[in-house]
């Protein structure tokens, strides 16, 4: 068991990949050379050749489209988004082609393919730099999207996206490549769709993912200090959605809180709440709350971004409020 | 028409200024003054020969994130500027919700920036298209980088001004990297401007470095564009001389020597010995320019730094139009 980061996990994962098997390689906007915008592929280039780990022209449409062609050939392609902003330059591939190929055409081929995108806001990067859009993306059949908050789940989790035949998007979130965290040493494989208990608790369910499974688990810590113990299930994939911890959990706490960074409006809390509501309404003791982004554009200057994000303030709040 | 000295003057002033408050701007970036900067030195030449070609306050301008000397030359303050940087209450662009030098400036029809690129090519060909249906005597100038004309977005906007004869200036900085990419891996073509001739209309290629060049190239297009003859790809060649933004390493993937062999090319430089050259600023003068402009700059350091941040509510408005009373 090493502790390592986040962004150690995610390298180790591709490389592992990459030795593991010739038909896995890397295409996007500063990979090579560059070594990746936050640092992922340092060393690559060197190792791997130009030739597996391919700086692309800046044309996200074609990056996505050019993975969706080599997949259909049988190569497995990592295609890196330097940020998941830019991947609505490529919405028509992602949405239209990527997600749909398989189901379209009865299952003739297969699309083994990642897309690698840096989500999440909290870096003063401003408006087009900072979203957490990840609903949007769950929202399409056919396209799994994971979204891992631990270096042990970003690397196990990654490996299993690069294994999949199906396309996978794969979110990582900006603040958290500094991160560190156990990783079981040796092949770590995380099947992709299932949620995971992060912390046992015993009076409300607290259901996140990504980042906000840090904030969360820093607001169970202070609510631990007043006695109140949370359970926090981390939802890891967002599709396809493993519900089962999270109505376990309910089913014991009969209290949930959701937290998630991007916007709450048609968002991730929205879909665990209803289904909550859907499966297991008998065991709810209090309406469900959610912790989110305020409705706006993510703005620039730190006081003003801080303030649209949500904080482990706005959960420990929002536990109370159900308790 | 060439520019008159005292326009050759203001040019070069204009030049200088943009300079100076750039560099001030890394000092500001290594005191931990500001959280980011992303640098026009190298980049003004280009900038300063286009904005004097267009009718500047009329004219519409989409630029890019390297056009801080476009934006002073627009009548952006150094003040205006710096207050951006830092993210301030009343700067003209954001009131501090956009990251700096994202440009957004109204009252010089300056608008449309993005961080995601390539965007502002086809946001001038709507202008274009509107000036066309309204009948306007204006001209749209848009800029962007090279490695950003790889954007299917940059292409179809051309083609889209090619086709509808717009009254579009398409200038491409070629400085020759897109942050640690050669353009040489953008594109197969020599030129941006080369890119032109596949879609229709003329492609211009010029100095970069060479201010009135430039401004005698833009002039052309822009009488061109102003007489209903349609749009111009015009590239203008220079080097990045700073990393591409504050967050940027550039040791990682070029020598030391080349950035000093391109610095040989500095656009001051050349711009400086010229006006010498015409009898226009000897020595002394431009001693007493570069004075006045840096002390200007430390009064707008002054005003930016006391200028008030946003209140934190401030972050939830103006979502949308109703929440402003608009002209
Ligand atoms: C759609 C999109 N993809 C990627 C980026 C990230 N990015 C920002 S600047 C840049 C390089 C642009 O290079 P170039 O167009 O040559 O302009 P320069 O910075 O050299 O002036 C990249 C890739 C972005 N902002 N938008
Ligand atoms: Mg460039």
């Known amino acids: 068991m090493a502790k390592i980061t986040m962004r150690e996990a995610i390298s180790q994962a591709l490389w592992e990949e990459m030795e593991r098997d010739p038909k896995v390689f890397i295409l996007g906007e500063e990979v090579g050379l560059w070594g990746g915008t936050y640092a992922v592929t340092k060393g690559f280039f060197d190792h791997f050749g130009a030739e597996r780990v391919r700086d692309t022209p800046i044309a996200e449409a074609a990056i996505v489209g050019a993975a969706i062609g080599a997949a259909l050939t049988g190569l497995r392609p990592v295609a890196e988004l330097m940020t998941i902003n830019f991947a609505f330059s490529a919405m028509d591939h992602i949405v239209n082609e990527a997600a749909k190929l398989h189901y379209m055409f009865a299952g003739q081929m297969v699309l083994p393919m990642v897309i690698r995108a840096v989500g999440g806001g909290g870096r003063q990067l401003g408006a087009t730099h900072s979203q957490t859009p990840d609903a949007v993306f769950a929202h399409f059949p056919g396209l799994k999207v994971v979204a891992p908050g631990t270096p042990a789940d970003a690397k196990g989790l990654l490996k299993a996206a690069i294994r999949s035949n199906d396309p996978v998007l794969f979110i990582e979130h900006a603040t958290l490549y500094q991160t560190r965290g156990e990783v079981p040493d040796g092949e770590l494989i995380v099947p992709i769709g299932k949620s995971k208990i992060q912390r046992l608790g015993r009076d409300v369910t607290l259901v996140t993912y990504s980042k906000m499974l840090e904030v969360s688990m820093k607001a169970a810590e202070q609510l631990a200090a007043e006695g109140i113990e949370v359970e926090i299930v981390d939802l890891r994939s967002l599709r396809p959605l493993d519900m089962d911890p999270v109505l376990e959990s309910l089913k014991k706490t009969n209290r949930a809180v959701i937290v998630e960074e991007g916007w709450k409006s048609y968002g991730v809390g929205a879909e665990i709440a209803s289904r909550i509501y859907e499966e297991a309404f008998d065991f709810v003791d209090a309406p469900i709350k959610r912790v989110a982004q305020a409705e706006v554009p993510l703005p620039y200057n730190r006081t003003l971004e801080q303030m649209a994000l949500p904080n482990a303030a706005d959960v420990v709040k929002a536990v109370k409020e159900v308790l | ?327």
């Open chain 2, 1 to 327: 028409m060439d520019p008159s000295p005292d326009q050759k003057l203001d040019m070069y002033r204009l030049m200088l200024l943009a300079r100076r408050l750039d560099e001030r701007a890394w000092v500001l970036h290594r005191q931990g003054k500001i959280a980011f900067h992303i640098s026009g030195i190298g980049h003004e030449a280009a900038q300063v020969g286009a904005a004097f070609a267009i009718r500047r306050g009329s004219d519409w301008v989409t630029p890019y994130y390297r056009d801080l000397a476009l934006m002073l030359a627009l009548g952006m303050t150094p003040a205006e500027f710096l207050m951006g940087l830092m993210g301030k209450r009343d700067e003209p662009n954001s009131g501090g919700r956009q990251m700096p030098s994202h440009w957004s400036l109204r009252r010089a029809n300056a608008v449309s920036h993005s961080a995601p690129v390539a965007t502002q090519s086809v946001h001038a060909a709507g202008i274009g298209l509107a000036i066309k249906l309204r009948g306007d005597d204006k001209v749209v100038l848009t800029t962007i980088g090279e490695g950003s004309t790889s954007q299917g977005e940059w292409y179809e906007a051309v083609n889209w001004a090619a086709v509808h004869r717009l009254p579009v200036i398409f200038i491409v900085q070629n400085n020759q990297y897109a942050i640690s990419v050669r353009a040489e891996k953008q594109m197969a073509v020599q030129s941006a401007a080369d890119k032109a001739c596949g879609l229709g209309l003329p492609g211009i290629m010029v100095d970069g470095t060479d201010v009135f060049a430039v401004h005698r190239a833009v002039k052309d297009a822009v009488d061109n564009a102003r007489a209903g003859n349609g749009a111009t790809v015009i590239e203008t060649r220079m080097y990045r001389i700073t990393p591409h933004s504050s967050d940027d390493d550039d040791r990682t993937y070029r020598s030391r020597e080349e950035v000093e062999e391109n610095k040989r090319r500095d656009p001051l430089l050349l711009a400086r010995a010229r006006l010498q050259e015409e009898g226009l600023l000897s020595e002394s003068q431009y001693d007493e320019m570069d004075t006045q402009i840096k002390a200007s700059i430390e009064e707008a350091v002054k005003q930016a730094e006391a200028a008030p941040y946003p209140a934190g509510e401030e972050a939830l408005h103006p979502v949308y139009a109703e929440e402003v009373r608009h002209a």
